[in-house]
């Protein structure tokens, strides 16, 4: 993976408002290929006291936003059909996956998974990405490179 589209990437993740509201945090990333990681709270559940569909699903898009914009062009969300397998529990790490399956000069397609610390199949999506023509805006900015 170009060095500094990686770089760029884990600035501007680390950056992002909505991802630290949520404890998003960016474990690996390579061209294609995320894993991104929280930990939901009691702040995280629905009224049955289960994590929250919506929280699972902004982890997932946040692994395939990072995946899907790994090769330095814009791209966005076209379509996201999300399973939701078991319920998740409060305080248990969840780790989402984003792996690219399909990519061509104007769509890529990306298969993700979210487990549980026990290995357990929270949910899974297919998600399919629109890639614009511009570059990442922020890769003209300094930035660290480490995760």
């Known amino acids: 993976m ?4 990686r770089s760029s990437v884990i600035k501007s993740v680390k950056a992002e408002g909505y991802a630290k509201k949520l404890g998003l945090k960016l474990i690996d990333l390579s061209d294609g290929y995320a ?3 929280m930990v939901p709270m009691n702040d995280d559940v629905n009224i049955f006291g289960m994590v929250h569909g919506g929280a699972i699903f902004s982890l997932m898009d946040e692994a395939f936003q990072i995946s899907c914009n790994s090769h330095g062009r814009v791209a966005v969300a076209l379509n996201v059909n999300v399973v939701f397998h078991n319920p ?4 248990r790490r ?9 990519l ?13 610390d026990k290995d357990i199949l929270i949910a899974s999506c297919q998600a ?3 890639r614009k023509r511009e570059k990442l ?3 003209d900015e300094d930035s660290e490179s480490t995760i």
């Open 128 to 130: 399919l990405a629109y």
């Open 104 to 116: 061509s000069k104007k769509t890529a397609t990306y298969e993700i998974k979210v487990m549980d």
């Open 35 to 37: 894993v991104v990681e």
């Open 94 to 102: 969840l780790r989402a996956e984003s792996k690219e399956i399909y």
């Open 2 to 5: 170009d060095q500094e589209i």
């Open 137 to 139: 805006p922020f890769l």
């Open 88 to 91: 998740a529990k409060t305080g």
